[in-house]
């Protein structure tokens, strides 16, 4: 174990904070006065304070700041609830004031550096039509060494805590990481004939069978042994936080190894933003800046549960060679019968590359052809499968046509009628036309052959 890299780190940070901390004063003044502030120089100037004010990561979650949503042509106001709290994660919902049932989906985030916040764009398209949870997982770092271990196991037995405290015929939606955790936990569900197994499951753009066209990530987990990750990426929380002297993988490590592998796309991205503020167009700089104060807002990860996702999925492949384990119990996927499954992939996913997540189909050959579905949408990567212009008109009708599709039929139909206005005008003239057309066929069936 590292044990100087995160005081290191943590002392670093402390060091650079009166310089951020000047910078945003430089700006806040320099904008107390428009008219200088419109000028050139002023411009090139706060552009360059910008810089330095971004130039350090935070470690506290940022707000998901989702509070209304479209739904039916009628902006509805949204409200997080806490539904269920452990030590290491909070089930949130996205309560809406609205009376009209929606399908109930448990979106599970990653725990892979970055918040479940990351995910804040995937919420809010999926609020329209959907009642939304999400796992929204605690950083380690604050996290006391009493509330115990958080590794594997302890990551699928949340996921089907969380399931059965949505209900039962909810419906599963996990990104990235959390498929192969997702997996196991509706496998074990299943072969338990838990009354709260989910209607649908979703597996976007997640590592299943890493033995599938691997890219640098799955690369780098096997160029090492599990003793190497474990003595050099593997550091303790500093003390000063309540979960001093916890074991992690720091998620500034993390942060750093994802950027090395598009250095100069970030750096570029960067130029971009001191350029276009500079010259007096805040909007694409805003949006740029948006994405990095996301990006930079990094989680720690227990060390048990980086160093058993390493091996198991990405060393041992432990899944798709039916040797995974959650306690003493095999996770068998072929138990699962009831659970529609749809899979999802990027045709330029560079982190989990084209046939990782497909994997998952035969795995689950318990379902019958008709109740499994995959789809690769062009012109994307990773981020692009859960997130952006993609992601809202291609690949979620796809996602919210599966889960509607499963929805149990009583209360499919209550959806549709609570919807009101137009849809329950064309609920009406659709069952007016199938009472007609029955009743033409009958009559024609009557009348006498010529």
């Not at 304070?49 to 106001?77: C, K, Y």
């Not at 069978?209 to 003595?231: G, H, M, Q, Y």
Request: aromatic letters at 8%; proline letters at 6%.
């Amino acid at each position: 174990m590292n044990l100087l890299a995160y005081s290191a780190y943590q002392a670093m940070a402390d060091l650079t904070l009166p310089w951020r901390a000047t910078a945003t004063l430089a700006r806040n003044t320099l904008a107390a006065w428009p008219a200088l502030a419109a000028g050139l120089d002023a411009r090139t100037i706060d552009a360059g304070w910008e810089l330095i004010e971004m130039a350090g990561l935070t470690h506290a979650r940022p707000p998901f700041g989702i509070d209304a949503v479209q739904v039916n042509g009628a902006s509805v106001r949204v409200t997080e609830e806490v539904v269920k709290r452990t030590p290491f994660a909070t089930l949130l919902r996205f309560r809406k004031d609205t009376a009209a049932p929606q399908p109930r989906v448990l979106l599970v985030a990653p725990m892979s550096g970055h918040f479940a916040t990351l995910l804040r764009g995937t919420v809010r398209t999926m609020l329209a039509d959907h009642d939304v949870y999400i796992t929204d997982w605690h950083n380690p770092r604050d996290v006391p060494l009493m509330a115990g271990r958080f590794g594997f196991d302890e990551y699928v037995e949340h996921v089907m805590a969380f399931i059965r405290a949505v209900g039962p015929d909810s419906h599963l939606m996990a990104i990235c990481q959390p498929t192969v955790a997702s997996l196991a936990a509706v496998s074990l569900m299943a072969a338990d004939n838990d009354p709260a197994q989910p209607a649908s499951m979703t597996l976007m753009a997640g590592p299943i069978d890493c033995r599938v066209n691997p890219t640098a990530v799955n690369a780098l987990a096997n160029s090492k042994p599990i003793e190497w990750f474990e003595r050099n990426l593997i550091s303790a929380v500093p003390g000063g936080f309540a979960g001093a002297h916890r074991r992690v993988y720091p998620g500034f490590v993390q942060l750093g190894a994802f950027m090395q592998m598009n250095l100069q796309r970030h750096l570029a991205s960067f130029s971009d933003m001191r350029r276009e503020r500079a010259k007096g167009d805040p909007a694409k700089a805003d949006s740029i800046r948006a994405f990095y104060r996301e990006y930079f807002a990094t989680t720690d990860l227990t060390a048990e549960f980086y160093l058993e996702t390493v091996r198991s999925v990405f060393q041992e492949y432990a899944l798709p060679l039916g040797k995974l384990k959650v306690g003493e119990r095999l996770v068998e996927p072929h138990a699962i019968r009831r659970t529609a499954l749809l899979t999802i992939e990027g045709e330029k996913d560079d982190i989990c590359a084209v046939g990782q997540t497909v994997a998952a189909q035969a795995l689950c050959s318990g379902l019958r052809p008709y109740m499994k579905t995959h789809h690769v949408q062009t012109g994307v990567g990773h981020y692009g499968v859960f997130n952006g212009r993609r992601w809202d008109t291609q690949i979620y009708p796809l996602v919210r046509a599966t889960i509607h599709d499963h929805e149990p039929r009583a209360r499919r139909f209550a959806s549709t009628a609570a919807a009101g206005g137009a849809d329950q005008v064309t609920l009406r003239a659709l069952l007016d036309a199938q009472t007609h057309a029955a009743a033409a066929i009958s009559k024609a069936a009557e009348a006498p052959s010529r």
